[in-house]
């Protein structure tokens, strides 16, 4: 494999993603989703201002803005139920079920950006979705009342996570890497402040923000970091392949669920695992 400078960034998500998401599990069970994800886009909005200050002319132009608004809107439903999701199931379980916005990706790379796949790649997303059912079900292939808690709500954030890679590389073609993550972030901070106040949970906020600083500012770095890299991957590289890479993450993400959450699987979950981010990778060699 070349690494080059796209692949090295795909790789650099890939990793920072894992280390995000268990954070961001940890921080969804200790001071709530809504709250997480506001914190995430506050930590996001505001590290990234000086990168895009002065590109906020483009923001003039209707279309960028329309499709930067839709993105933003779209990110915040889709966090919040990514956020639920790992804040109600296992860590290891959650990220991998996750890895489905690989196919829905590609998906949409090759009809709507025409990029093309081999027969191979084919066959490798097709192994993705059978580790996705293995690793979903405490007993084997099973029904939906069998999953894994989270599991549902993980596989519906999948294919909406499809939905924003698709967008954020549609997006960062018309502005910038960094503007096409951080146009999202504002909208992830505000409609989330906008919902904390309306349940009276906003005055909380600064105590929770001291309360948990370290924790708040670990998942915020570190998932807005992932973003910043995957957009940068997709300037030179197309959004299946580095869609592909950067969803290895889940390798670092079950690595820390099990050793430091101490979470137990089934071994018909592990052999999910492996077919799944194997696969994973294997797309990303091809």
Do not use: H
Not at 201 to 213: D, E, P, S, V
């Amino acid at each position: 494999m070349n690494l080059n400078p796209s692949i090295l960034a795909a790789l650099g998500a890939m990793l920072f993603w894992g280390v995000g998401d268990f954070f961001i599990q940890r921080s969804t069970r200790k001071i709530g989703s809504l709250e997480s994800l506001f914190f995430v886009g506050l930590v996001g909005a505001i590290g990234l201002f000086p990168f895009v200050a002065g590109d906020l002319n483009l923001l003039f132009s209707p279309a960028n803005l329309l499709l930067l608004s839709f993105l933003g809107v779209l990110v915040f439903f889709v966090s919040i139920a990514n956020f639920e999701a790992f804040r109600l199931g296992k860590l290891s379980v959650v990220d991998v079920i996750l890895e489905l916005e690989l196919p829905v990706t590609v998906f949409l790379g090759v009809v709507l950006l025409g990029e093309q796949l081999s027969l191979a790649q084919f066959a490798l997303i097709s192994l993705v979705f059978f580790g996705i059912i293995l690793i979903a079900s405490r007993k084997g292939i099973s029904l939906l009342k069998r999953f894994e808690k989270g599991a549902a709500i993980a596989l519906a954030t999948a294919f909406g996570m499809g939905f924003v890679n698709f967008l954020t590389a549609s997006a960062l073609r018309q502005t910038t890497p960094v503007l096409a993550i951080w146009v999202p972030w504002v909208f992830l901070t505000l409609i989330s402040l906008f919902f904390i106040i309306k349940k009276n949970a906003a005055g909380a906020l600064w105590k929770t923000m001291l309360r948990q600083r370290k924790l708040i500012l670990a998942e915020g770095i570190f998932d807005t970091a992932a973003w910043v890299l995957f957009a940068f991957a997709l300037v030179n590289s197309p959004l299946s392949i580095t869609t592909a890479i950067s969803e290895g993450y889940p390798a670092v993400a079950v690595l820390l669920g099990v050793f430091f959450n101490r979470e137990k699987l089934f071994s018909r979950q592990y052999l999910g695992i492996i077919l799944t981010i194997a696969a994973s990778f294997a797309l990303a060699l091809l």
